[in-house]
């Protein structure tokens, strides 16, 4: 699962970029630059869709990693109950 926990820190420092970058564009599109606003802007929006990409896949990672615990669990109780039924005859 440290993948999904590395995923999430990279999806929240490509975040904080665009943000960066959307202050950027403000500050140029005050200055009279709209062309490298306009820039400034797109790389922002493929940031943000970058980070997103990111925090799902580590949803999908967290995802299958609570779904195979469950399945453990759901084992280990198995396990136990035969147990039971072993110690009680």
Known sequence: ???AGEAVKEAIAIEAEAVEGVE???AEQQ???PA???GLLIEAVKKERDSLDLLEQ???TLSQSLD???HA???QEEILN???DTLKS
């Open 1 to 3: 699962m440290p993948e």
């Open 24 to 26: 950027a564009a403000q």
């Open 31 to 33: 200055r009279g630059q």
């Open 36 to 38: 490298v606003s306009l």
């Open 58 to 60: 580590a949803i999908g």
């Open 68 to 70: 195979d615990r469950r």
């Open 73 to 75: 669990l759901e084992q």
């Open 82 to 84: 035969e147990l039971i």
